[in-house]
Every structure is written in C-alpha cells, then in structure tokens.
C-alpha cells in the first residue's frame, strides 16, 4: 500500500532515518512509538508527501489518498461547524450541486428534446453515482462524527473562528474522518480530546476500513486500537506485533539480547585487540596480527541505544490530615448569568483517589479551583479538614512559574532538604538532562514548562494533591515517572486526566460532573463505563442519571464487601467447636503455672468469642444498611424523582450518610476479621 524504500533523512549532522526499508499493508493500525526526537512527526509528514527525503522515495499508488492530522496549529474560519465538517465530502457536493443545476434545467419546456435526453442519462448516471458512495448519508455521517468528538448540535450552526484551538483540531480530525482517505496519518490525535471522546475515537478507529498509522502518547488508547508497532529508534524502524503493552515486553526481551550481543562483541573485540597489540611486532606472529586486523575492520558495532533510567520516585512525606478533607455543602459557582455549578455538595475523605470527568466545559477545572480554594463559591460552603496539606496543580500551572530562575533552581526552591539529591535524577525522568537545567525557565517551549511543574510537584511535601491535567506534553517515560510516583501515594487524590491508563490506574472512586451538577460513583473508571453502558441493569441498584451532588451505587457486587457472609459465621461456629473452652492439659508444668495457663487460655478463648460475635453483627448490621440503600435506590431511580426538589433532596441525604455510615462498618468488619484470621492463624 505505501513503502518506504531506502528512506535517508538528516537534518544537519543528526540522522533520524538510515536507508529505511518499511511498508504498511491496507487496513492496517499501526502505532508508530519511539524516543522524543527521534523523527516520528518527521516520518508522518514525509508520508503526508510535505517533506521530501533526502534519498530513497516514499512509494505509493497514484489513486491512494492521504489524511495527516498534526500536532497543531489548524485552524477555520467563514463557515459554521457543520458546513466545514461537510467539506471533506467535496466530491460528493459537486455531484449534488450538478444534479440539482440539472434538475431545474430539466423542467425549463425550452431545452430541445436531444438536450433534454442527454441530460436525462447523465442526471441518472449522477444519481447512480451518488447513491453508491452513499451521499444521502453525508447530512447523518458528519453529526454523527461531530457529537462523537463532543461538538452539541447548538455548536453545529457556530462559526467556526469562534472555537478555541482545541476545539479547531476536533474539526480537523472530524473532516479527516468523514474524508476517509486511504492511509490516515494521525499525530497525537487525543491530545485535544476528553476522556469521552477518547472513547468515541477507539471505536471509531476500531472500525475503519482503511490503514491507519499514529502517534500517541496514551498507553490505553494504543492498547485500545493499534494491531502493530513500528519502534522508530537508532535511525530505523523495527516492527513487533500486537498492541502497545505486547511491544514493551517483545521491545525488552530484544534490547536484553542486543545488549548481550554487544557485552559480547565488545569482549571479543577487546581480546582481539589484546592480541594484535602484544605480538603487533614479533616476526612469527605478523600473519595472524594482520589477520585479526583484517578482521576487526568487518566488524559491524552492534548499536544499542542508551538505556533510559527507570526513575524510582516517592513523594516527601508530611503528616496525615485529618479523616475529612474537604467537603462542599450547596456550592453554587456562575459566571455572570453562565452557571457552571449548581447547589452541588461533596464530602471526601483522607485516602480518596477521586477522578473527575465530563465532557469539556462540564465544569471540572471550575469544581478543581473551588476544592483547591483558589475560588471560592457564589454561594454555599467550603470547609476544609484538620492538618490538611495541599498542592494545587492547574492546567496553566506552566505560566504561573517564576520566569527568572534556572531549571535546578525551580526545583531546589522550596523542596525538603532531604530531597534536594533527588533533583538531578526526576529531572532526569522529565527529560531535562545535561546543560537543560541551567536554562532559564523563560526560554522553555510550553511543554517544558509543564513538564518541569509537574517535576516541582513531586517534591514538595503534601497529604492532599489536586491536578488538573498534569499529563499534558509528558511523554509515555515521563506519565510512568508520574503515575508510579502518585500509584505510592499514601495521601487525598483528586485529579483530571484525559489519559484513560492514567485514570485506570488511580481512581477508585468516579465524580461525573455535568448539568450544573456532580454524581459520585465508587469504584474504577471501567465500573463507572460499565455502569453507563448498562443503565436497565444499573438502575436495579440506584440511579444513573446526573443529580446536584447524588451518589451512584457501587457495582454489585460491592467491592470489599464480605463474602459471603453466612460462611464467616458458620467458619466462627466451626472452630468453636474445634477449641471449646476447656482447661488445656500441659504436661511438665507445677500445679500454679497450670492454673495461670487456664486463665489465660480462658481469657484469650473468650476474647475471641467476644470478636466473633462482634463479626457477626457488623455483617448483620452491613447488611440491614446495604438493604436500606438499596430500597433508596429504587426510589431515586424512579421516573420523575428529581422533578420534585423538595421531596428528593431529604432522600439523597439519607442516602449518602448511608453510603458513609456502611463505609465506616466495612473498616470496623474489616480490623475485627483481620485480628480474627490472626487469632486462628496462631491457634493453628
């Protein structure tokens, strides 16, 4: 379909391609993965045919169409949204625009019959034409396109120089999608995109009939959509089957055997070298020394790339908060007549590792700056926690850092002394290494600055941590840098991320905002989608539609929830009846030692008994609360029930101090079955 052959390209001293030889076959999706800086961008617009290579060709078929998205820097302006978004359809609007130029002449009784014949046929082979490529559908396939990347259909009949950059790249990819050319190059296509339109996009590419090659730095969403990897690295391109986490087990399988390989190369050539050195002048030997020369010279160096240091990082500790955090008690937040938010209220948690999501301009950064306090609420309350320690990390965190300072001297302000030797090395892991600390923060690209921000997050001391798309401009090294760092995290986490991995791996609970207003989800994001995708079957155990402050129901099973319960019980009677309370026979001791290891068998049996007991009403009480929830639920559910404010909000209040008071049973259960299982360990 498109190969390249013995593909060159330099700029300057720096090779990025070495006489490439690669193809990509139709309907393939390929993702094209390697260092930054390594000539991926460089590769797509030489593909794109708007770089030309400096020897070999990019081989292709002359009727094969290209669509290459870049990073950015696309922009619209003098039409609505939908009228450039049914641009990519231009042939398809022509023929339209023939056949109704054709259809007035048609009825105009003056055309001669001859006229009026041909016109006929070809007013008929249009429509045929027409038909096939399916152009009664363009009006249906560009809303469809529009609402999956998140543009309302009041954003349909918006000029378009009225969107944001952000928003321009959406238009663009949606053009590109709806143009469906024969090889699609996409250059970070999610970076402008929510998590819901993310979504959208995998399913989308899933099904593309047509080959695909990106670029990306989403872990999940490479998982998602790609069937190939092409590493570009060491100014080549080597391909490995599967998806993104299949490449990162084949790609580390083959650099332990390259630098093997090399490790044994290296030893060969260093005893060949030995030798000629030592008998490089002795008369019996010239032959074999000239030999081994001849030798060392068809050597081909085995070239290994640099291995990239796996940055081990935990964040500088600081002193628990107390159990509540932060909580929002009927919070409304506008903007002149714009309301963002409305009558929401919130309570998290010490240990909380909440996501929030929604479509842009839900409201999320509004609700982040609220918590943060950065902003404080047009009415209502917000109430902090006892010893609370928090860092606010804002998507415009790059442009509130002092310009003047240097690199290391961003970081070393205002860090613990003890981490100050951590610097060089999460510099390192944010890929700013050698002279690149002494740069002054004010000549750095807008990626570097986010980058070195979310660098001078991980070493300050905090129990609480707020982040509003710290992922933005990190490379993949760079987000596992962060994220293993924020996985050990032992304080509060709120976040958005447009990253689904991101998101997977941190959330445990979901907070949906949208409509003015927030609902709480336990559980991980994949639950939460779950839960969405399934709204008849979620809707047995409470609500799935958007509330001022609600709790959705966590999936059932409960996670965390003791299972079962009536095994635990009967378990308990079990051992019971293993080990009565009886006196316990111990030969070898005096009559007052027996008596003294009596009592305390005695004492000890009794502790357990009183534990067990204990056990067994907490589930009973677990369960008549869990019982109570889930009749709430029920009613919320229910058509109609948010229509009556009134009447619904003492029931959403009940509900949520039922969500917390079966949260704090659930940790008693679970310290008591801990000494419990503890107790019978020993006795065993």
């Known amino acids: ?47 794109a045919g708007l770089e030309e290579p400096d020897s070999g060709a990019v081989l292709k078929p002359a009727d094969l169409s290209v669509g290459y998205l870049p990073q950015d820097g696309l922009s619209h302006s003098g039409r609505t949204v939908f009228d450039e978004a049914t641009r990519a359809f231009a042939d398809l609007l022509a023929i339209k625009a023939e056949m109704h130029d054709l259809e007035e002449r048609l009825g105009d009784a003056a055309v001669p019959e001859a006229q ?108 998602a959509v790609v069937t190939r990897i092409a590493d570009l690295s060491l100014r080549t391109i080597t391909d490995y089957v599967g998806n993104y986490s299949q490449y990162l087990v084949a790609h580390e399988a083959r650099m332990d055997a390259l630098r093997k390989a090399k490790r044994e190369q290296d030893e060969e050539v260093a005893r060949v070298r030995m030798f000629i050195d030592r008998f490089r002048y002795q008369a019996t030997k010239a032959a074999q020394v000239q030999s081994r020369i001849k030798l060392l010279e068809k050597v081909v160096p085995i070239d290994v790339p640099a291995e990239r240091k796996k940055i081990r990082f935990d964040f500088p500790t600081s002193g628990k908060s ?66 609370v320690v928090m860092q606010y990390f804002a998507q415009d ?33 944010f890929l700013f290494s050698g002279d690149d600390v ?42 596992e840098v962060l994220l293993d760092a924020l996985a050990d995290y032992g304080g509060t986490l709120i976040f958005v991320s447009h990253d689904r991995y991101f998101v997977e791996r941190l959330a445990t609970k979901i907070i949906e905002v949208g409509n003015g207003g927030v609902l709480v989800y ?75 290891a009596d009592a305390e068998a005695r004492k000890k049996a009794r502790a357990d008994e009183a534990r067990r007991t204990r056990v067994t009403e907490l589930e009973t009480r677990i369960a008549t609360v869990e019982n109570e929830i889930r009749t709430l639920e029920r009613a919320m559910s229910a058509d109609g029930f948010y229509g009556d404010r009134a009447k619904a909000q003492p029931v959403i209040d009940r509900h949520q101090a039922l969500m917390w008071q079966v949260g704090d049973l659930m940790h008693q259960w679970e310290e008591l079955q801990a000494e419990v299982d503890l107790a019978s360990t020993s006795d065993g």
């Open 397 to 429: 965190e790059a442009t509130r850092m002092d310009p003047l300072p240097t690199v290391y001297e961003t970081l070393s302000a205002g860090s613990p002394l003890d981490m100050v030797p951590a610097i060089r090395n999460i510099l390192g892991g």
């Open 522 to 596: 336990p559980g991980t994001y994949a639950e939460f989608l779950w839960r969405k995708e399934h709204p008849d079957v979620a809707a047995a155990g409470g609500p799935t539609s958007g509330g001022r402050g609600g709790t959705a129901p966590a999936s059932r099973p409960t996670p965390r929830v003791p299972q079962p319960l009536q095994p635990t019980a009967a378990a308990g009677s079990k051992k019971r009846a293993e080990a009565p309370n009886a006196p316990v026979a111990l030969p070898g001791l005096s009559r007052e030692e027996k008596k003294r």
């Open 116 to 223: 009026h014949e041909a016109m006929l046929i070809r007013y008929s082979d249009l429509q045929d034409r027409f038909r096939l490529r399916d152009g009664y559908s363009i009006e249906l396939k560009t809303a469809t396109v529009l609402n999956g990347l998140g543009f309302t259909k009041a954003d349909f009949e918006r000029q378009t120089d009225t969107f944001s950059g952000g928003w321009q790249m959406r238009l663009a990819l949606a053009k590109l999608l709806l143009g469906e050319p024969g090889l699609l190059l996409l250059d970070e296509p999610t970076n402008h995109l929510d998590l819901e339109a993310r979504n959208w996009l995998e399913t989308y590419l899933n099904q593309y009939p047509r080959a695909v090659i990106l670029v990306s730095h989403d872990r999940f969403f490479l998982d």
């Open 322 to 387: 107390g159990r509540t955090v932060l909580e929002l008690a009927h919070v409304r937040k506008a903007y002149g007549d714009l309301v963002v938010l409305d009558d929401v209220s919130l309570h998290i948690e010490r240990g909380d590792r909440i996501a929030l999501v929604g479509v842009n301009g839900a409201g999320k950064s509004t609700l982040m700056r609220l918590l943060s306090g950065e902003e404080t609420p047009s009415s209502g309350t917000r109430t902090e926690g006892h010893h």
């Open 1 to 47: 379909m498109i190969q390249l052959s013995d593909l060159t390209k330099a700029f300057g001293d720096r090779v990025l391609l070495d006489h490439v030889t690669w193809q990509i076959a139709d309907r393939e999706r390929v993702g094209l993965c390697g260092p930054n800086g390594a000539g991926k961008t460089t590769l797509l617009k030489m593909m």
């Open 438 to 479: 002494y740069k002054k923060v004010k000549v750095l690209s807008g990626g570097e600055r986010t980058r070195l921000a979310v660098a001078r997050m991980l070493l300050r001391p905090s129990n609480t941590l707020l982040l509003d798309e710290p992922t933005n401009h990190l490379d993949l090294d760079s987000k």
